[in-house]
Every structure is written in C-alpha cells, then in structure tokens.
C-alpha cells in the first residue's frame, strides 16, 4: 500500500513502486560503502596531490614561504595561530577566552550568517519567483526591478548595509541576502519557464486548477534545478559573508582574514582558509545528503548532482 510504512526487512526502490528483498538491501548497501569508500579515496588523492605539488613548490625554492607558505609550516603552528582567531582580545585587548573558544566562537558566528542569509533569501526568492509567473501583475510590477539590481554587485551595497544595521550580525546577513536573492529569483523564473508542456498538458487534462498545477506538477519538477541553485549559491554566501565580516563585524573567520593581512601573517590566512574550505565541504555534502532525501523519485546519480 502506498501509505502504508516500510516494512523492516524490505527496503522499498526510490520510485517506491515494489519492495526489495533483504538480499539486493544487502547488496546496495555494500555497493553504497564502497562507493563513499572510493569518493573518500579520491578526495584524499586530490588534496594529497595539491599539497604535494606546494610542498615541492617550495622545497625548489619557487614559493616564498614568507608569502606562499607550505603546508607543514601553518599546519604545524596551530596554537600559534589558533590564538588570533579570539578576536575580542586581539582587537580589543580584552581578556582572552581560551584558543578553542576563539576558534569556535569566530567558526560558530561565520556559520550562523551564512545559514540565515541564505535561508532569508533563498526562501523569499523562490517564493517571488513563484508569485511573478503565478500572479501577471505582481510580475511585471517586481521582474524589472530585480532585473534592473540584479547585476549590482554585494560589494555596492557594503555602504548601506553598515549605515542601515551598524556593526554586528546585520550587515553580514544582508549582504549575504542580497548576494543570493536576486540570482535566485531569476533562476527560478527560468526554471518555471522550462517545465515541460507535456507535465502541463496532462495537469490540465486530469483537471488540476492552476494552484494544484502550481503545487503538484511545476514546484516537484523545478526542485532538482533549485537545489543545483541553493549549492552554488551556498559557496557564493561564503565568500560575501567574509567580505562583509572583514569590513569590520568584529567577529568570524572573515575579520581573523582581515587581522592576518593587516599583520602580514601568511601562515594564519592559510590556515584560516583551510578551515574555511572544510567548513564549507561540510556543508555541501550535507546539502547533498538532504538533497538526495527529498528528491527520492529521481535516480541516484541525478538526485546527487555532483561528488
């Protein structure tokens, strides 16, 4: 029955449509590790190899370690470099909180503008583009003028951001919001643009009003191309979000970035961007995890969109 829940010793394909024996759950599951198994192998290769080829970069004297740093030099100080990240005490003279608390608090504070600015406008975003191409009126009073500023760069908007929320989460939060919203708006207009006629068609044929249209046959059918959409705007939030904590947030990896090249500390720009890149790895596989839940009726391969 399709309502009914899985059964404990089935396991039921993506479309739903039958259940699998134990043995081919056995069997897809091995195929699953092994799978992860070798993506984590040629993870490790490819960052093994970039790091090898800095490494000899160096070793032959054609990066200045003073600039270009290896590896084994800004890894190898991490407490050294791990104090700069409490920023409170670095820029204020405050009292400082512990190295790991430095570290945490400024990861902890980068992560939560990046989520809610992504999350503002990736919500609104879609839901505008949604209401332009569902009501005529509210598209052709709203389409222009997110043509007209989608082109503006975030950094423009840096000014009003500072004088419209002062110092603080604000700032940073609209800037990502504004970096993300009017690309998604537009990606999404394209998106119920493309839908096919054949889907429509059908809606129409079985009866479907034009909200049931909206709901059970264009939303379903744009999800694979928004969620292509929230990761690489996933990746475009991180880097506003440390362009607007360098200007002066006073907190985030953003401002330990602005703290390095004001004190022409190589070592620490580079460990801060390691910590940035795996922060955001982190984030993307699980968006990919999420991704691959939700949009269970499509096959492996195209619900995860990329490794």
């Known amino acids: 029955m399709a309502g009914s829940p899985p059964r404990a010793d089935v396991l039921r394909d993506r479309a739903g449509a039958r259940p699998l ?54 890894l190898g100080d991490l407490p050294n470099q791990a104090q700069y990240f409490d920023t409170s005490q670095v820029i204020a003279g405050e009292e400082a909180r512990g190295v790991a608390w430095g570290v945490l608090h400024s990861i902890g504070a980068t992560i939560l503008r990046v989520l809610v600015g992504l999350a503002l406008g990736f919500v609104l975003a879609v839901l505008v583009g949604i209401g332009t191409r569902y009501f005529r009126l509210f598209g052709k009073l709203v389409l222009p003028s997110v043509t007209l500023l989608a082109p503006v760069s975030p950094l423009a908007w840096l000014p009003i951001a500072i004088y419209t929320f002062g110092t603080g989460n604000g700032p940073a939060v ?52 928004l969620f292509m959409i929230l990761r690489l705007n996933l990746f475009a939030a991180w880097m506003i979000v440390l362009i607007a904590e360098s200007a002066g947030v006073g907190s985030g990896l953003g401002q330990v970035i602005m703290i390095a090249r004001n004190t022409f500390n190589s070592p620490l720009v580079f460990f801060t961007i390691a910590i940035i890149g795996i922060v955001g790895y982190t984030f993307d596989s699980l968006l990919r995890q999420v991704q691959k839940r939700m949009l269970y009726w499509l096959p492996e391969g195209q619900a995860a969109l990329g490794t």
Do not use: C
């Open 21 to 74: 024996p134990t043995g081919a759950r056995r069997t897809a599951r091995s195929g699953g590790l092994r799978g992860a198994l070798a993506q984590a192998g040629w993870w490790v290769a490819s960052i093994g190899l970039f790091a090898a080829i800095w490494e000899f970069a160096w070793a032959v004297g054609w990066a200045d370690p003073k600039v270009l740093p290896p590896p084994h030099l800004f």
């Open 174 to 225: 609209f800037l990502v919001f504004v970096a993300v919203f009017f690309i998604i708006v537009l990606a999404t207009i394209s998106e119920i643009d493309s839908v096919s006629p054949t889907y429509l068609n059908v809606a129409r044929i079985m009866g479907a009003s034009r909200a049931q249209t909206y709901l059970l046959v264009i939303l379903p059918a744009i999800l694979p191309g």
